[in-house]
């Protein structure tokens, strides 16, 4: 069944109507002749109509191949005229006008004017007339169904009907008509970039005359300002719809109709999980500690032996459960025991000084208050700022807030309490570690092994080629380029031992991401091997008097040595996808098996690990492959004008691109193979991770437990970028004296030329720094968000044990154990997330059913200990996977604590108290919910996490970091002085670096998953123009990247060394780049601040179609001077990465547009306001009226 579109209608009756729209609003044809629709036989056009379509401005816009003609004149006209009225005359003036002034410079422009024209009417009258006089159509609607972006002409038509030709020419983006008489030999791939230009600037909407006059303005570049075109926001939403993460696919969490089935789907998901993943072992392992602990506990020998506080040896297993690899319990159990000692230290300290002297003991209750301010103050700062001490610091709150708070309310001490949470926290580790070490244990390379296979799985994936392009793989690729990282750090964070050598894994990382990297790079959208006896043609014949004189054997000859690039290359270059495909097989079954976890992770059995006879065929299909590209490059059987055309080189750079990620596959398979001979058995490995980069992470248990993880690496991710890009430095801009004269002998030395930027990456020297500017540095530093969380946390605990050190009816405090409620708001509050309302609910929901089942369960059986731990069975299984494997952690931790302890004290206490079993729950439940839900209030009113707004500063960020990151390619890779080509190093460090950044958008979408969490009273948040505006920011940095790999291999040298060429460039150079420069920055600042964006920006489009024109006119002044050799040069490669180059280039204005209409989208846009002329001319009228008195 063909699709149908919202009204009713499929694409073949939508296509059909706006054949008509077209055919009764476009001008006539002004070339006659018989044409064939591009694509829908390969055979008679095997190339030039099978190329993809790339995303240019927000929607499907063709590649530089679509503005090729698409076509193809076939024979002379016959029969009658169907053109014989001429066009509208202000069109046929424009044209007439422009052949007479533009003919001998730029003559294609005058050929693309008249195909528009022609293009426009031509395909209407072939879609709706059929069999029209002097038109005949073959085959059906299939092939130009795919080459129509009819959603986008849809959306046109219902928004403007008055626009059919406008929209029919933009939405008709691989259809044209190719002119007869302006077939040239000769298109540069600046020709075809500047066509993509002309579809962003048109002629009407700009003049590049300037007579002659230049203004240098002291280096600063001259902006141009065109009109704006108007903000069509509904197309802009509807676009940006398709551009959201997977989450937003299902109903959202907020939503109460979506409540009941998403539990019931959780449930379901939970039992699969539990029964027949490795999820089901993490909660056996888990369970069986805590269970061994709690009914150890219910033994009374045991119990007395612990003293009063047994349940801190259960608190201490959940704390450090042993749902984690061997090394991170160990390095967990070592991190617990020396933030419990600090804490009881600190505590001790505090006691004896507040009962040391009569004075003191004057102030007992203020010096121990002061004690814990200052301790909880520290280890605060401490969680927020050292991810890698996050157990010490929690089990040292802990511990004081014990220390400090129990048994305190006279000022006599039991010290005997010091002994009653020591032995039992150290008891409680001990059974954490058998039980790892016993129960399935993990030596910590199954996770790197996981990893390693969802990589090499997504990896396979992308080479299934040809593809339409999916973004969606993209950023799972982008999200395996970062979890590689991840599961490496991991490996040398902690102790393993495992058969990988954790050197071999930073390099087996490199060469993965290098794969990934190519990966990325590579268009998936091409025709090459398509089939070519799939659809039929589509003929079109049209007459008409004024037509140009048709050479046939100049078109056929092209078209035959197209299809000769298209077989000879197809065959070689699918061998070498095969080969890839194959290898990353392999090496996926060789990985397998040195992790030893094949036989659960995968692939099959049947899948050889053998990676030496591949790498001969691999080997053997690149020599295939180079011998048959330098056949056709080399030997002369192509001519030059189709080494120059779009449609050939851009299959070329398809191959080339092929061929370097064989390469990067190949050096992984060697890599691989040479972990198989040094592999034997698993060794011990410490970590190695270095220190200082290890004080800021922490291994993935960890991460989990302490809840916030997005948040969390979000600022982890950014500063990482900060740091890297502190170390790109601009030279400070001093302008010239007026007095100053031009100095020849100085050359185009970016001194004098008034370059104001200039990369120094790494082999730059900052100055030193004075000590005043240190301390003012430490008192800025002292003002983030780890100062804030230390003083929140410094309050709220305060605070809360305010009640704890008064003499006056302080009994309470100690009977029911009231300093729990300090030590859960401890607990609960995150330095970053602070919880929405429904954290509040949950946990406050979560302690209050863990007090009531502590209650049940001791009223089932009178505190029966059999009784009590199938209740315990019953309800922490479910409550301990919520805590150690479900996304909502803290809300799990607060029901196990909440649980454990009332339970644990209504079996010490329960049966010797005065108050009723009952009654104890209740309130010792009430302190439970009083510490969980304080901190949540404190969060939402002092410095709030709201993720929405992190995700403006972060598009804000991305936004200025895309500027640093253009201007270093700029300075580095394109517009490099003499001598200072970019070097290996340069070249590491820019893949690190846009490594981060890669990692900085996975982040970003994390944070867009974050705002459907948070409520908001004014209206709901529309995510749509937040993701659509990363996503092209993330466009514009992917062409960002292949400017920088296609200008390694495409250096225009013959411009730079000549002194007078690149002195005529040099302003237009620098206009291109500024005003690039100038739209971030304002977008940027305009996202930070919330500010509206000014209605008019300079123009980078403008920029960019005078410096094309005035490189087009340069290197035709060249041309007619260059020797053989540079002509020969030119034939080669230089052709095939300068169309990626220039491509990628205009890609990156083409995304500044969108990234100006997002942002608008926004914020806003500042419009004039006609009132405040209407002061200024009222103004205006009292002066004069103040002169004529």
């Not at 240019?56 to 024979?75: T, V």
């Not at 029969?79 to 003919?103: L, M, Q």
């Not at 909440?898 to 010797?912: M, R």
């Not at 580095?972 to 290996?984: A, H």
Request: neutral net charge.
């Amino acid at each position: 069944m063909p699709e149908r579109n919202a009204d009713g209608s499929s694409d073949e009756q939508q296509l059909q109507h706006a054949a008509d729209a077209a055919a009764v609003s476009a001008p006539p044809l002004a070339h006659p002749g018989t044409y064939v629709v591009s694509g829908l036989k390969a055979r008679a056009m095997p190339v030039a109509n099978r190329l993809p379509q790339k995303r240019y401005m927000g929607h499907s816009q063709p590649s530089a191949s679509a503005f090729s003609p698409g076509l193809i004149p076939q024979s002379q006209p016959v029969g009658g005229s169907n053109c014989d009225s001429p066009p509208p005359p202000c069109r046929r003036a424009d044209t007439e006008k422009a052949r007479v002034e533009e003919e001998a410079a730029m003559g294609w422009r005058v050929q693309r004017a008249a195909r528009a024209a022609c293009r426009r009417r031509a395909i209407g009258t072939s879609v709706v007339k059929g069999t029209a006089d002097g038109v005949v159509v073959g085959g059906g609607l299939a092939g130009i169904r795919r080459r129509l972006d009819v959603r986008y002409f849809r959306r046109r038509k219902q928004q403007q009907d008055g626009h059919h030709d406008d929209g029919i020419a933009r939405s008709l983006g691989k259809l044209h008509l190719a002119d007869p008489g302006s077939a040239t030999a000769s298109r540069r791939s600046s020709v075809v970039d500047m066509a993509h230009i002309d579809e962003m600037v048109p002629d009407d909407k700009m003049d590049t005359d300037t007579y002659g006059v230049e203004e240098l303005r002291d280096g600063f570049f001259d902006g141009m300002f065109l009109k704006p075109s108007v903000l069509q926001e509904q197309e802009l939403l509807e676009h940006a719809e398709e551009t959201l993460p997977a989450a937003f696919d299902k109903g959202s969490p907020l939503a109460p109709k979506y409540f009941l089935p998403r539990q019931w789907h959780e449930l379901k998901s939970l039992t699969r999980r539990v029964t027949k993943t490795r999820a089901g072992i993490r909660l056996l392992k888990t369970f069986t500690a805590f269970f061994i602990a709690y009914v150890l506990c219910l033994v009374p020998a045991v119990r007395d032996w612990l003293g009063r506080y047994p349940d801190i040896m259960v608190v201490s297993v959940i704390i450090n459960h042993p749902a984690r690899p061997l090394g991170a319990q160990l390095d967990g159990a070592i991190l617990t025991i020396v933030g419990t000692a600090a804490g009881l230290g600190w505590g001790v300290v505090g006691l004896l000084l507040s009962t040391s002297t009569l004075a003191a003991q004057a102030g007992y209750g203020g010096i121990l208050a002061l004690f814990l301010a200052l301790f909880m103050t520290a280890t605060a700062f401490l969680r927020s700022f050292w991810n890698r001490f996050y157990q010490a610091a929690l089990c040292a709150g802990i511990a004081i807030t014990f220390t400090t708070l129990a048994e305190t309310s006279s000022h006599d001490i039991a010290w005997s309490k010091l002994l009653s949470y020591g032995i039992p926290w150290l008891m409680g580790q001990a059974i954490a570690l058998v039980v790892n070490c016993v129960v399935f244990p993990d030596a910590g390379a199954r996770a790197l092994a996981t990893t390693l296979h969802k990589s090499l799985l997504v990896m396979q994936e992308a080479l299934v080629i040809p593809r339409p392009r999916d973004n969606r793989l993209r950023r799972r690729l982008a999200k395996t380029f970062v979890d590689l990282s991840t599961a490496a750090r991991d490996l040398k964070l902690d102790i393993s031992i495992t058969r990988f050598r954790p050197d071999d894994i930073g390099d087996l990382r490199n060469l993965m991401q290098a794969v990934i990297r190519a990966l990325l790079s590579l268009e998936t959208e091409t025709y090459l091997f398509v089939d070519s006896d799939q659809e039929d043609d589509v003929v079109i014949t049209v007459n008409g008097p004024s037509c140009v004189p048709l050479d046939n054997a100049s078109t056929t000859s092209d078209a035959d040595v197209t299809a000769k690039v298209v077989s000879e290359m197809a065959a070689p270059t699918r061998e070498v996808i095969s080969s890839m495909a194959e290898g990353l097989l392999r090496c996926h079954a060789a990985l397998m098996d040195l992790s030893g976890y094949r036989k659960y992770l995968g692939p099959a059995t049947e899948v050889s690990p053998d990676l030496g006879p591949l790498q001969i065929r691999i080997k053997q299909a690149k020599a295939a492959f180079d011998m048959v590209e330098s056949r056709l490059l080399e030997s002369g059987e192509l001519p030059p004008s189709t080494i120059r055309d779009s449609e050939v080189v851009q299959l070329f750079v398809f191959a080339r691109h092929v061929r370097e990620t064989a390469a990067t596959i190949e050096h992984l398979m060697v890599k691989v193979e040479s972990m198989q001979r040094i592999s034997d058995w698993p060794r011990l490995y410490l970590p190695s991770y270095p220190f200082r980069k290890a004080l800021h992470r922490s291994n993935a248990q960890v991460r989990h437990d302490r809840g916030g993880a997005a948040a969390t690496s979000y600022d982890m991710t950014f500063i990482g970028i900060v740091r890297l890009l502190d170390k790109l430095k601009s030279r400070e801009h001093h302008p010239l004296h007026k007095a100053d004269g031009p100095d020849e002998s100085l050359g185009l030395r970016a001194e004098v030329s008034h370059a104001t930027m200039d990369a120094k990456v790494d082999g730059f020297s900052p100055p030193k720094e004075s000590i005043r500017h240190k301390i003012w540095h430490t008192l800025h530093r002292l003002q983030g968000f780890e100062s804030r969380y230390a003083f929140k946390v410094c309050l709220v605990t305060t605070l809360l044990s305010v009640p704890g050190y008064m003499d006056v009816n302080s009994v309470w405090w100690d009977k029911y154990e009231v300093w729990w409620a300090v030590t859960m708001s401890w607990i609960a509050m995150h330095p970053r997330i602070g919880g929405n309302l429904q954290d509040l609910v949950i946990r406050a929901s979560l302690a209050i059913l863990g007090a009531a089942w502590s209650g049940a369960a001791y009223a089932a059986g009178n505190g029966n200990p059999y009784v009590m731990a199938v209740f315990a069975a019953i309800y922490m299984i479910p409550m301990l996977y919520r805590y150690t494997q479900s996304t909502h952690p803290r809300s799990g931790l607060v029901g196990c604590l909440s649980f454990t302890v009332i339970s644990l004290g209504l079996q010490v206490n329960g049966a010797d108290s005065d108050t009723s079993p009952a009654l104890l729950a209740v309130l010792k439940g009430t302190v439970f919910v009083v510490g969980t839900v304080a901190p949540i209030p404190v969060n939402w009113v002092l410095w709030p996490f709201v993720a929405r707004h992190e995700l403006r500063y972060a598009l804000s960020s991305m936004l200025f970091f895309m500027s640093v990151i253009y201007r270093g390619v700029v300075a580095k890779y394109v517009y490099f002085e003499e001598g200072e080509n970019p070097t290996p190093e340069d070249v590491q460090r820019s893949e690190l670096l846009e490594g981060r950044l890669r990692e900085g958008f996975v982040r970003i979408r994390q944070l867009l998953i974050l705002t459907r969490k948070e409520m908001r009273l004014r209206a709901p948040f529309d995510a749509r123009p937040y993701s659509a505006l990363a996503d092209t920011c993330e466009r514009f940095f992917e062409y960002l990247i292949a400017v920088r790999q296609s200008a390694l291999f495409y250096n225009p040298g013959h411009i730079r060394d000549n002194p007078v060429a690149a002195q005529q460039l040099l302003s237009y150079r620098r206009d291109a780049v500024a005003s690039i420069l100038a739209n971030l920055y304002t977008l940027a600042g305009a996202l930070r601040s919330q500010r509206k964006v000014p209605r008019y920006l300079p123009s980078a489009a403008a920029a960019r179609k005078r410096l094309l024109l005035k490189s087009a006119q340069v290197e035709e002044e060249m041309a007619r001077s260059a020797e053989e050799s540079d002509v020969q040069w030119h034939k080669k490669w230089s052709n095939i990465y300068s169309f990626s180059y220039n491509e990628s280039l205009t890609g990156c204005v083409a995304q500044l547009e969108e990234l100006e209409r997002y942002t608008k989208l926004i914020v806003g846009e500042q419009r004039f306001d006609v009132d405040d002329f209407k002061d200024e001319e009222h103004d205006v009228d009292d002066v004069v009226n103040d002169d004529d008195m």
